[in-house]
Structure formats: C-alpha cells, structure tokens
C-alpha cells in the first residue's frame, strides 16, 4: 500500500527515538512491499526557533495531507520560562485539536521480563493489560485562561457531544477486550464530571449493553491504579485525569520510555506519539528508551494503515529484543550491559530481516 507519514521529531529526545521509529517504518516497508512517503517537519520548539511558531502552518499542512503523524516529544528549559510568550505545549494542543484527535489510546502491558524493573512488587503486576482512553481536545487544558497581576484561572468545559464521541471510542475498544470499562471523574466535586458521569452512564447502557461499566473517583483510582491494576480492561477519562493517571500507570510497565500513544478522532488519520517528554537532561546521550516510539509506530500500523499483520510482527520483533535483555540505561537488568538508542534499533531491525 502508499501512504504518506508526517515525522515531526521536535525537541530533546524526540529526534532520537524518532530516528529509531522511521527506520523500523522503512523495514516494515521495504519487507512487506509497501511504499511510505516520510515527510519531516518543524514543530515545537525547534519550530519557535527557526519559525516563531510552534506549529508553523507548512507544518500543520503536511499533518493535514498525510494519512498518520508519528511525533518524538516537545519542550525543554530553553522556552518554558514562566511569562514566555511562545510555548512548545501550545503548538502540541493546538496540532491534537486541528486534526481532530480527541481520542488518546495509551496502553499499559506488563511484560513478565520487565517484572522486576518496577518500582511495583511484581505480584501485583502480574497479568496487568489495560487501556486508558484519554479525552485530548477538551477540557480544562483548552478552556480559556486569565491572567491578572494577583489572580489567575483556567476554566474546564465539557459538552456532550464531546463526552459522548470519547465514549463511544472506549467502549468499542472494551467489547474488543474484557467487556470491562471504568470511568473516572471527580463527580463529587466538579460539575464537567456531573456532566461526565450521567453521560457515559447514558451511551453505555445504551448503546453497549454488553459492556460492564463501573465509575471511580479520580482520587481513588490513582490508588487502585498501583493497588490493584489487573482488576482494570478499559478506563475512559477527561484530558487532565488522563494526563496525570497515564505517567502514574507507567510505572507499572517499569518505565515512562516504554509506553506508546495513539491519538484518533473520527477520520483514520492519527497522530502517534510515546507518552514520555523531551527529557532535555538526557538528550544527545544516546541513551533514551526508543521502545515507547516504536510500539507507537506498531499503533500507527495498526490503526492508520490498517496493517494488523505489520503492527504484531513489529510488537513482536520489539518484545523479543526487550526479552533478550536489548535495554536502554532505564529497564536495563541489574548488572548487565545496557544498549544505545541506536543499537536497539538495530537489533529491532535485524530481528524484522532475519
Ligand atoms: C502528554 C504531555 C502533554 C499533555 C504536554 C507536553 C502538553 O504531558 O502528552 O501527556 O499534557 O498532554
Ligand atoms: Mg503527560
């Protein structure tokens, strides 16, 4: 098959684990007689350098042409001053909302062998498979936001359309599962998650009788999240619930660098992203966790271009390098050599041509 995939590395470590996420799209391509148009762009804040905007709009453009976005991180010390004008963070909200993606899929496995790279005793991460479906273009992250001298705030907005399309998206991904699906809000509080609850509580008796719903308190499942993580299939939440709990739930596969993303909307195209930052502390070094990007590309396969087989025999090469003990510095095994960010690309690679 053709397609066209827009690579926007950004800033920090996301050029490196990019580099690493295009060459396994070119093998994947090359083995299975497919023809990807890799097209690079600026954004972030690379892009408020040599544009002054975080999403120039020949950047936006090419997004919009493609049929997938695969993206590194964004951000780093240089332009997060507290009155800067210009933010990486922006132009990324702002890329989610023009292409429409308001459903972000983040999933959790642990793998048996990167049990013991947990901070997380590995008895109650044995078995843990879930999903979050993160609402991504609403909420208190694009509500409007004041400022004075001595008072600042950021109002969160939620209309039902919107509650019920991110719904909708869980809940089919549920009946592809466990039929299990756990809605978080903080409905004793917050009227957004009034709103919320009645609504999900609505589309799901509905529309998927055949899926079991429970609702929890965001609180409460932060603490369920670590205390017992396997009881969860698909847990659906608004935008900052979904940000804060994702980078909390990666510590059960062992590492932020580990987890992939894929953001979808109503159309096939998608944006593909790791969850974890630029990580500024760490980029050149060689040393960044490439496996969050490529499982992200394994997504972007799967979901995008429609190619099952090409996502499982990618997961399957990067789980097997990742079983061989082919680690970067944060889930390398006590004692053991550990591996560059190319070098795992290259074993990737190999393991995809043998
Ligand atoms: C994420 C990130 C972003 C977010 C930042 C960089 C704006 O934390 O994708 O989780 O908050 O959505
Ligand atoms: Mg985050």
Redesign the pocket.
Known sequence: MKARITILGGDGIGPEVVAEGVRCLRTIASRFGHEFELVEADFGGIAIDRHGDPLPQATLEKCLESDAVLLG???GPKWSAPNAKLR??AG??RLRRELGVYA?LRPVKVLGSLVDASPIKPHVLEGVDLVFVRE?TGGI?FGEKRREPLHASDLCEYSVAEVERVTRVAARLAQQRRHKLTSIDKSNVLETSRLWREVVERVVRTEFPDVKLDHMLVDAAAMHLIRRPTDFDVLVTE?MFG?IL??EASMLSSSLGMLP?ASLGDSRRGLY?P?H?SAPDIAGKGIANPYGTIFSVAMLLRHSLGLTNEAEVLELAATRMIEEGVRTPDIALPGARSYSTHEIGDAIISALTH
């Open positions: 991180a964004i951000g990486p963070e990324l909200l972000n991504l992250y935008n940000d994702t980078d993303s992203e969850i930052g």
